[in-house]
């Protein structure tokens, strides 16, 4: 009789570990995405905003 | 487990993806924003440049045109001398071509002033409909009541007021007011309101 090694067993614990670096994981990529994608948005909103042409609103000359 | 990310995948790229429309969203809004307000302020500017540099125009015409009027009443004169009559020729000559030489100057100006306006708007990817600018400068020409030149030069609009807005409109209308005024100094500058 062949008993199942111990390490290859899938406990629950190690399911919700699992699932939760898993889960962890995919968030942390998503997030990371999201935030250069937004940085990145920015930086092109401040070289446009620099596209403005100036406009003096001091008192007539 | 497998079944639980290969479900969230959709879910996390449909939000990614809609992120990014958003972000598109912003700057198309922001871009359309400054093609506007750029078109707006070079209209202004250089229409406020042409105003002044029409008073100053009317102000030397003025001059050499009363200056004039001594040489047109000799030549009217009943002693009019054959050099009174070809100074007056002369004079009035050189100014009905410098009249219609600063017309068509005004002109040109105008039209460029238009055309530099739009061009601010599309480097921004949009474009713009100008409203109540005459087609024409607003200056027209009177004629001296003391020699009947056409050189009274007079402006026709009292309070320039142009209304700069995106073509076609769309949800949210970009609308910018430009409008010229005299400073007490005696010289036209432009200020932008909002439409």
């Known amino acids: ?61 | 487990m497998q079944v639980l990310v290969l479900l969230s995948l959709p879910v996390f790229v449909a939000s990614l993806a809609a992120s990014l429309d958003l972000y598109k969203e912003v700057y198309r809004l922001e871009e359309r924003t400054i093609g506007v307000d750029n078109a707006g302020i070079s209209l202004a500017s250089a229409d406020a440049h042409l105003f002044n540099h029409f008073e100053k125009s009317k102000r030397t015409f003025d001059r050499l045109e009363t200056a004039h009027h001594i040489v047109h009443l000799c030549a009217r004169s009943a002693v009019a001398t054959a050099a009174c009559l070809k100074q007056d020729v002369a004079l009035e000559k050189a100014l009905t071509v410098s009249a219609n030489l600063l017309w068509k100057s005004l002109q040109i100006k105008w039209t460029k002033n238009l055309i530099a306006a739009q061009s601010e708007a599309i480097k921004r990817r949009t474009t713009v409909c100008i409203k109540h600018r005459p087609r024409l400068p607003p200056f027209e020409r009177g004629v001296c009541e003391t020699c009947s030149l056409p050189v009274k030069w007079k402006q026709t609009v009292r309070r320039p007021l142009w209304e700069v807005s995106e073509c076609p409109q769309r949800n949210a209308p970009l609308v910018i007011q430009t409008l010229l005024e005299k400073s007490p100094s005696g010289k036209w500058w432009s200020r932008l309101r909002e439409g």
């Open chain 1, 1 to 61: 009789m062949v008993e199942p090694l111990e390490g290859r067993v899938k406990t629950k614990g190690t399911f919700l570990i699992e699932g939760f670096l898993v889960i962890w994981l995919l968030v942390a990529v998503i997030g990371t995405v999201h935030l250069s994608l937004l940085c990145k948005t920015q930086r092109e909103l401040k070289v446009l905003q620099e596209k403005r042409l100036h406009y003096s609103r001091e008192s007539p000359p």
